[in-house]
């Protein structure tokens, strides 16, 4: 507490006031820049919504809320996308989260002192993959081997998924990482002291104490796994159906606006496309509030326990 | 716990590293073996020599220097268009905001960082629609407009590591203009941002990264499979990450084939050595 106040007035110490008008300026310039952002934000949203409204009116929202994609038989149903991508999204999750909880586990302990920096520079690397790459590699060898294995196309919902859970896995190391790191610091030397050995100091300790981290990791995943384009568009095999089985085809809604915008430019089915839109920003918003939430009240200052 | 709890516990941490491991070695692996024989004299250029190529005086149709120079083109515009924007406001929330106007300014910043890649593509199509509607009928997507909206893309990277590396100068170093008599704007100018400098680029480095390998964006502003060189801001352009999805969908040829593994081979290079640096100049940083 005491160290923040002091750290405040010297912040202010060093920049009371701007005076001269050439530093006025400079100013103006900064504050506008941030509100720049601001204003793009708002922008998006607006756009979004501004075209997403035509399709919002009782009449055209029947033929929204609809199994059925056949632009051309006038249906306009999205909702197998929507189902499409809750699932990937979440069978993603599934296969990555007790992966990254493993890895993160290994890094924190219970892996050799000589191979957690190697395996935490792999995890860095893997964020810079690009997704495009991700889905290349898998479309020529992991949808082969499914081909070979389960015979039919090989594009399907597991394909996707197991690629989509790779891209999902550093963010959740990373993430449960970053909420380890404190825990462990401060905590340590108690573990020790009252004679724990390192899997129960992380399982029974550390682990209870990280449960907003562990939330907040799953989120961040998840938001993530909803967000990703290219894997679903490369892998899922894109038909607008609800799969019945993990080698059946799917459609998420971001394959789905990439492809109807790619494919056909000159039709109706724009509005269904920005409801789609839309519905994607406000899943990114949900997950981004409460993220705020979950990681904020982590680094609160909170009493040693 | 028992022991044996304790011993399953550790396994299954091993198996999963292990699972990872092996999973992207052989993913490396795969690409490598199929990429590397690719790349030879006629990757880039096919059978147009390399000089009428590049001034552009004839077409490439069998190599990747089209792409290439479509993403470095994207990446450099992109970059003159966030750097600015993207430092100032992370300069202004990191030395000038406080309290509330802090809280309220950060939250975009937070927003825009996770709004999936194809719903900001959507937002520039929308803009050209709305253009096309209002007052340039002929406005179409092209190299600028998928510029600004990568741009928009990558600001959250630059605008939080700007604002991480000033906030992490020490105290006593920024007492040192005021106690030499500078202004507050030679203060920031000649101490503050010389010191944050590396972790500055290191963001830089991250947001080109980023520039450079988004697909979804592009798909939507403007790319195309075959405009040969970028000849002008409102023209349609070619893209590496783009071509290897393209190819992936629909190659007609072995060739085409080969040029996406190489294209991804070129790609994730591109992107892990500007990651790779970024890291370094962070890991420094955190050293001295």
Redesign the interface.
């Known amino acids: 507490m005491g160290r923040g106040t002091?750290?405040k007035t010297?912040?202010s110490?060093?920049?009371?006031?701007?005076r001269?008008p050439?530093?006025r300026l400079?100013?103006a310039?900064?504050?506008s820049?941030?509100?720049?952002?601001?204003l793009?934000?708002?922008?998006?949203f607006l756009?979004?919504l501004?075209?997403s409204l035509p399709a919002l009116r009782p009449e055209s929202l029947k033929t929204l809320l609809n199994w059925h994609w056949r632009p051309y038989g006038g249906e306009f149903g999205i909702l197998p996308m929507v189902v499409g991508s809750l699932l990937l999204a979440v069978s993603a999750l599934a296969l990555a989260y007790?992966?990254g909880i493993?890895?993160c586990?290994?890094i924190h302990g219970?892996?050799p002192r000589i191979?957690r920096r190697p395996?935490r520079l792999?995890l860095?690397?893997?964020?810079?993959?690009?997704?495009?790459?991700y889905?290349?590699?898998a479309?020529?060898?992991l949808v082969p081997m499914l081909r070979q294995a389960f015979h039919g196309s090989g594009f399907s919902w597991l394909a996707a998924s197991l690629t989509l859970s790779?891209l999902i896995?550093p963010t959740i190391v990373l993430m449960l990482n970053s909420q380890f790191e404190p825990l462990r610091a401060r905590l340590e030397t108690s573990f020790v002291a009252l004679g724990y050995?390192p899997?129960?100091a992380l399982?029974?300790g550390i682990l209870p104490l990280a449960r907003q981290g562990l939330l907040a990791a799953a989120v961040l995943g998840f938001?993530r796994a909803?967000?990703?384009?290219?894997i679903s568009?490369?892998l899922a095999g894109n038909a607008p159906l609800v799969p019945e089985a993990p080698l059946d085809s799917l459609r998420t809604l971001?394959a789905h606006?990439?492809l109807v915008?790619?494919t056909d430019a000159q039709s109706s089915t724009?509005q269904s496309?920005?409801v789609c839109?839309t519905i994607?920003?406000g899943v990114?918003?949900l997950?981004?509030l409460s993220?705020?939430r979950l990681t904020r009240s982590i680094l609160a200052p909170e009493s040693p326990t | 716990?028992s022991r044996a709890?304790?011993g399953m516990?550790?396994f299954?941490?091993?198996?999963?590293?292990m699972?990872?491991?092996i999973?992207?070695g052989?993913?490396i692996v795969?690409?490598c073996r199929?990429g590397l024989p690719i790349i030879d004299s006629r990757l880039l250029f096919g059978d147009t020599s390399w000089w009428l190529a590049v001034s552009g005086q004839r077409p490439v149709w069998d190599g990747l220097w089209p792409a290439l120079a479509g993403t470095l083109a994207l990446v450099l515009l992109a970059s003159v268009l966030a750097l600015?924007?993207?430092i100032?406001?992370g300069?202004?929330?990191a030395?000038?905001?406080r309290g509330k106007t802090k809280q309220?300014?950060s939250?975009?910043?937070?927003?825009?960082a996770?709004?999936?890649?194809?719903?900001?593509?959507?937002?520039g199509?929308?803009?050209i629609?709305?253009l096309r509607r209002s007052i340039f009928h002929s406005a179409n997507t092209s190299l600028l407009l998928a510029a600004a909206i990568i741009a928009?893309l990558i600001?959250p990277y630059l605008?939080t590591t700007t604002q991480t590396a000033l906030q992490g100068i020490d105290?006593g170093l920024?007492?040192t203009?005021?106690a030499l008599g500078l202004?507050?704007?030679h203060?920031?100018w000649h101490i503050l941002l010389p010191a944050a400098s590396r972790g500055i680029l290191g963001g830089v480095a991250l947001a080109l990264?980023r520039a450079?390998?988004d697909?979804?964006v592009i798909?939507?502003t403007g790319v195309v499979a075959s405009a040969g060189l970028p000849s002008g801001l409102t023209e349609k352009f070619e893209a590496l990450?783009f071509t290897?999805?393209y190819f992936?969908?629909q190659h007609t040829c072995s060739r085409e084939l080969d040029l996406?593994f190489a294209a991804?081979l070129m790609?994730?290079l591109l992107?892990?050595s500007?990651?790779g640096s970024a890291?370094l100049l962070q890991r420094t940083l955190e050293r001295s």
């Not at chain 2, 939250?107 to 825009?112: D, I, K, S, T, Y």
């Not at chain 2, 996770?114 to 937002?123: H, T």
Request: neutral net charge.
């Open positions: 002091k750290q010297e912040r110490a060093t920049f009371s006031r701007w001269q050439n530093e400079l100013l310039g900064l504050r820049c941030a509100w720049l952002v601001a793009a934000v708002v922008l998006i756009f979004l501004y075209f007790p992966l493993a890895l586990l290994f219970l892996g191979l395996l792999i860095h690397l893997m964020t810079g993959v690009p997704t495009v790459v889905g290349f590699i479309a020529f060898l790779l896995l050995s899997e129960q399982l029974q938001g909803i967000g990703d384009t290219l568009l490369m971001t606006i990439a915008l790619a724009y496309l920005f839109g994607l920003f990114s918003l997950v981004n993220l705020r | 716990m709890q304790a516990i550790r299954v941490c091993w198996l999963a590293a699972t990872l491991v999973v992207l052989v993913a795969f690409l199929r600015p924007v993207g100032g406001a300069i202004y929330l030395e000038f905001a309220l300014l939250l975009p910043v937070e927003l825009l996770g709004i999936p890649s194809i719903v900001m593509g959507l937002f199509f929308a803009l629609l709305l928009l600001l605008i105290p920024r007492l203009g005021p202004s507050q704007s203060t920031l990264g450079a390998e697909t979804a798909m939507l990450p290897i999805y992936t969908a996406a991804s790609l994730l992107t892990w500007l990651q890291l």
